[in-house]
């Protein structure tokens, strides 16, 4: 199929640090023909080095890659104390609480505030160098110290996404062996405040957590809150006494900077792990390459700071890139759908980077509230997250960008750190709905479980055939989970290479479109689920049997979850009664954003004779669809047609 394709506008190529396809062709060539010096290229520069490393990649170990070994650095210093001198006075972070109220942080205000809480984390919690310190935070700026300041003394951050239940932060905790708690008392969302810190005596209370030693608690909202004596301890109260000087630890390359628990297709979240000079130098150079990131520039991310998107492209990326990040607390419906565009229009935003769930439910909404503000200032568009469905797209870039805006479609995962394939703006020619070309030095190839790359125009599994800076280090106390998860499944020229989970397709140009998950991990919204967290709670229910949950699509989140509950009793209340009821255990034991839209009671599920779910064929039911495949292999093949029953009686 022909697609039309957009050229970069001229402007835009000329001030690019890639202008062309030229230059794009030889960064990629120069990485083929010399990984390594490649890499070297832009480490030794763009990385304030405290002492330089004497080698650039070690992979004499796959999977266990190591960057910029003998190196030293500190990822706070990087974004922050490297700036001071000559723009001491810039904008780092402009907030926006969703009252209205805003905030304009220095860099040199940032130091100090980064400074102190680095100051009192190390003097009054005694956290040191490797302990773990889990986060559960709004969208204030508060959020960032902390996170800086965990970087800045060598603490490993652990942030929960403030949607997460009391069960998630605790076997975040567990898992972990976190130290302390910071969360916030709450924050405001729909012009209303909500609270964030009973989740936390939720998760403390239930037993288990035994390494925490103390909650360091924000206030945000001001709202009344119980606090445990001896335990919880006030932010605001405590740091005005701290000194603004803080000497940042020294970490080695290769010191764990950040953990970030992502949903598999089976099991428990995975702690993936990110490491101190490969994360860093990648997230600062993607700003440069896919956001073509300028000085005056003013940068919006809508993330928020509980996913990769949030940590790498709110905080670490823009920082470390000395630019202006925008940060926004609350929803994009209040007061009204065009908050967004306000926003644009008075923070005079010159890169808005969404996700294709937001673009699509402010496009239901209309085209009269982008019309009423100036949206001139953005330069380019970006989107993460999920695929962009056409409609969509062409939405974006005529009413959001005006028709002339560069979107950078960004594939890319928790586990790889940073963006890995993406247009650069003032480059590659851009597809509606298709992430282009991976990134300089990124090996991203279309292949077979045994490296055959997938001929054009078919689907293949999405691999990164080489280790790259930014690459997930491990998965926390499982390195057995670690080469399983992400090098069990395909080998190139005999290795084990890093398998994404993702199904794709290359087209004649060379183009990578991502055609979606190939395993039972699930997305809603942009929020990544696996099926065997959601379907371990929904067990939970006393009158469960079993249960498989599988996504359908939807036309504003993307995908939806639709659960087939088998039931362990004759007599039961009504089937709307028990999926509230299901609901309500998914809530609380993973997270709102994790409930099902739709619930199918079931006599019984597809399964092979050894005992796995063919989700295949119940996506198939779910959305009405031809089953074309052989069943004849099932245990019981005589339950597809009893699920059919079921499903088309009760919808
Ligand atoms: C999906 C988010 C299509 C993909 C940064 C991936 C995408 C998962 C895109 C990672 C995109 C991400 N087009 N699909 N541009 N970007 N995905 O770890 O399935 O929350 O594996 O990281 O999102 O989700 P995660």
Same mark, same amino acid.
């Given at each position: 199929?022909?697609?039309?394709?957009?050229?970069?506008?001229?402007?835009?190529?000329?001030?690019?640090?890639?202008?062309?396809?030229?230059?794009?062709?030889?960064?990629?060539?120069?990485?083929?023909?010399?990984?390594?010096?490649?890499?070297?290229?832009?480490?030794?520069?763009?990385?304030?080095?405290?002492?330089?490393?004497?080698?650039?990649?070690?992979?004499?170990?796959?999977?266990?890659?190591?960057?910029?070994?003998?190196?030293?650095?500190?990822?706070?210093?990087?974004?922050?104390?490297?700036?001071?001198?000559?723009?001491?006075?810039?904008?780092?972070?402009?907030?926006?609480?969703?009252?209205?109220?805003?905030?304009?942080?220095?860099?040199?205000?940032?130091?100090?505030?980064?400074?102190?809480?680095?100051?009192?984390?190390?003097?009054?919690?005694?956290?040191?160098?490797?302990?773990?310190?889990?986060?559960?935070?709004?969208?204030?700026?508060?959020?960032?110290?902390?996170?800086?300041?965990?970087?800045?003394?060598?603490?490993?951050?652990?942030?929960?996404?403030?949607?997460?239940?009391?069960?998630?932060?605790?076997?975040?905790?567990?898992?972990?062996?976190?130290?302390?708690?910071?969360?916030?008392?709450?924050?405001? &969302?729909?012009?209303?405040?909500?609270?964030?810190?009973?989740?936390?005596?939720?998760?403390?209370?239930?037993?288990?957590?035994?390494?925490?030693?103390?909650?360091?608690?924000?206030?945000?909202?001001?709202?009344?809150?119980?606090?445990?004596?001896?335990?919880?301890?006030?932010?605001?109260?405590?740091?005005?006494?701290?000194?603004?000087?803080?000497?940042?630890?020294?970490?080695?390359?290769?010191?764990?900077?950040?953990?970030?628990?992502?949903?598999? *297709?089976?099991?428990?979240?995975?702690?993936?792990?990110?490491?101190?000079?490969?994360?860093?130098?990648?997230?600062?150079?993607?700003?440069?390459?896919?956001?073509?990131?300028?000085?005056?520039?003013?940068?919006?991310?809508?993330?928020?700071?509980?996913?990769?998107?949030?940590?790498?492209?709110?905080?670490?990326?823009?920082?470390?890139?000395?630019?202006?990040?925008?940060?926004?607390?609350?929803?994009?419906?209040?007061?009204?759908?065009?908050?967004?565009?306000?926003?644009?229009?008075?923070?005079?935003?010159?890169?808005?980077?969404?996700?294709?769930?937001?673009?699509?439910?402010?496009?239901?909404?209309?085209?009269?509230?982008?019309?009423?503000?100036?949206?001139?200032?953005?330069?380019?568009?970006?989107?993460?997250?999920?695929?962009?469905?056409?409609?969509?797209?062409?939405?974006?870039?005529?009413?959001?960008?005006?028709?002339?805006?560069?979107?950078?479609?960004?594939?890319?995962?928790?586990?790889?750190?940073?963006?890995?394939?993406?247009?650069?703006?003032?480059?590659?020619?851009?597809?509606?709905?298709?992430?282009?070309?991976?990134?300089?030095?990124?090996?991203?190839?279309?292949?077979?479980?045994?490296?055959?790359?997938?001929?054009?125009?078919?689907?293949?599994?999405?691999?990164?055939?080489?280790?790259?800076?930014?690459?997930? &280090?491990?998965?926390?106390?499982?390195?057995?989970?670690?080469?399983?998860?992400?090098?069990?499944?395909?080998?190139?020229?005999?290795?084990?290479?890093?398998?994404?989970?993702?199904?794709?397709?290359?087209?004649?140009?060379?183009?990578?479109?991502?055609?979606?998950?190939?395993?039972?991990?699930?997305?809603?919204?942009?929020?990544?689920?696996?099926?065997?967290?959601?379907?371990?709670?929904?067990?939970?229910?006393?009158?469960?049997?079993?249960?498989?949950?599988?996504?359908?699509?939807?036309?504003?989140?993307?995908? *939806?979850?639709?659960?087939?509950?088998?039931?362990?009793?004759?007599?039961?209340?009504?089937?709307?009664?028990?999926?509230?009821?299901?609901?309500?255990?998914?809530?609380?034991?993973?997270?709102?954003?994790?409930?099902?839209?739709?619930?199918?009671?079931?006599?019984?599920?597809?399964?092979?004779? *050894?005992?796995?779910?063919?989700?295949?064929?119940?996506?198939?039911?779910?959305?009405?669809?031809?089953?074309?495949?052989?069943?004849?292999?099932?245990?019981?093949?005589?339950?597809?047609?009893?699920?059919?029953?079921?499903?088309?009686?009760?919808?």
């Amino acid at each position: 199929m022909e697609h039309k394709l957009f050229y970069p506008n001229k402007e835009l190529s000329a001030n690019a640090a890639v202008k062309n396809m030229n230059e794009y062709n030889k960064l990629q060539n120069f990485a083929k023909n010399d990984y390594e010096g490649f890499w070297d290229s832009f480490a030794k520069d763009k990385i304030t080095w405290k002492k330089p490393y004497t080698k650039g990649l070690d992979d004499s170990n796959m999977p266990f890659a190591k960057w910029f070994e003998g190196g030293e650095l500190n990822v706070s210093e990087q974004c922050i104390d490297r700036h001071l001198e000559k723009n001491g006075e810039k904008t780092a972070i402009l907030f926006e609480g969703e009252l209205g109220d805003i905030q304009k942080i220095t860099y040199n205000e940032l130091s100090r505030r980064v400074n102190k809480t680095a100051n009192l984390l190390k003097n009054r919690y005694g956290i040191t160098k490797g302990d773990r310190v889990v986060i559960y935070m709004p969208m204030i700026p508060e959020a960032a110290y902390m996170m800086l300041a965990c970087a800045r003394i060598g603490a490993i951050h652990s942030i929960v996404f403030g949607g997460f239940s009391s069960d998630a932060i605790r076997d975040r905790i567990m898992n972990a062996k976190a130290k302390l708690v910071i969360t916030a008392d709450g924050a405001y &969302r729909k012009g209303k405040p909500y609270m964030l810190k009973p989740a936390v005596d939720e998760a403390l209370a239930k037993g288990g957590c035994d390494s925490i030693e103390k909650v360091l608690i924000v206030k945000r909202n001001n709202q009344e809150m119980t606090l445990v004596d001896g335990r919880d301890e006030i932010y605001n109260d405590l740091i005005d006494s701290m000194s603004e000087d803080n000497e940042a630890e020294v970490m080695q390359s290769e010191d764990p900077l950040f953990l970030l628990y992502t949903s598999g *297709s089976t099991g428990k979240p995975k702690g993936v792990q990110h490491n101190t000079a490969g994360y860093i130098l990648w997230a600062q150079m993607t700003m440069e390459w896919v956001f073509d990131i300028k000085p005056a520039d003013i940068y919006w991310c809508t993330a928020d700071v509980g996913w990769i998107t949030g940590h790498t492209y709110i905080v670490y990326g823009p920082l470390a890139a000395g630019a202006t990040t925008v940060m926004y607390e609350g929803i994009p419906l209040f007061p009204d759908a065009g908050r967004w565009w306000k926003m644009i229009q008075d923070h005079k935003i010159t890169q808005f980077y969404t996700a294709p769930t937001a673009i699509r439910m402010l496009h239901k909404i209309g085209d009269d509230e982008p019309k009423k503000y100036d949206l001139s200032s953005l330069r380019i568009l970006g989107t993460v997250g999920e695929p962009i469905n056409p409609e969509a797209w062409d939405w974006y870039h005529n009413k959001i960008g005006g028709g002339t805006c560069p979107i950078v479609d960004t594939w890319w995962q928790t586990e790889t750190g940073g963006h890995m394939i993406s247009p650069l703006p003032g480059a590659t020619p851009i597809q509606a709905g298709c992430a282009t070309l991976p990134i300089p030095g990124i090996m991203a190839e279309v292949i077979d479980e045994d490296g055959t790359p997938t001929p054009v125009g078919e689907k293949g599994l999405l691999c990164i055939t080489r280790p790259w800076p930014s690459m997930i &280090r491990g998965v926390w106390g499982d390195p057995e989970r670690f080469k399983k998860s992400y090098f069990g499944d395909c080998k190139k020229d005999g290795k084990p290479v890093y398998f994404s989970g993702d199904g794709a397709m290359v087209d004649e140009k060379g183009y990578i479109t991502i055609t979606g998950r190939t395993d039972d991990v699930m997305n809603v919204s942009g929020h990544r689920i696996g099926s065997a967290e959601v379907e371990a709670s929904i067990g939970n229910a006393d009158f469960v049997a079993e249960s498989a949950v599988i996504s359908q699509p939807h036309d504003v989140k993307g995908e *939806s979850l639709t659960a087939f509950v088998i039931l362990n009793l004759h007599d039961h209340g009504a089937y709307e009664d028990m999926a509230k009821e299901i609901n309500k255990i998914i809530r609380t034991e993973v997270g709102a954003f994790s409930m099902c839209d739709r619930f199918i009671f079931v006599p019984g599920l597809p399964k092979t004779r *050894s005992g796995k779910i063919m989700r295949r064929i119940l996506r198939l039911i779910a959305t009405d669809e031809e089953i074309t495949q052989d069943i004849s292999t099932l245990e019981d093949p005589s339950v597809v047609k009893a699920i059919i029953e079921a499903t088309k009686e009760q919808s």
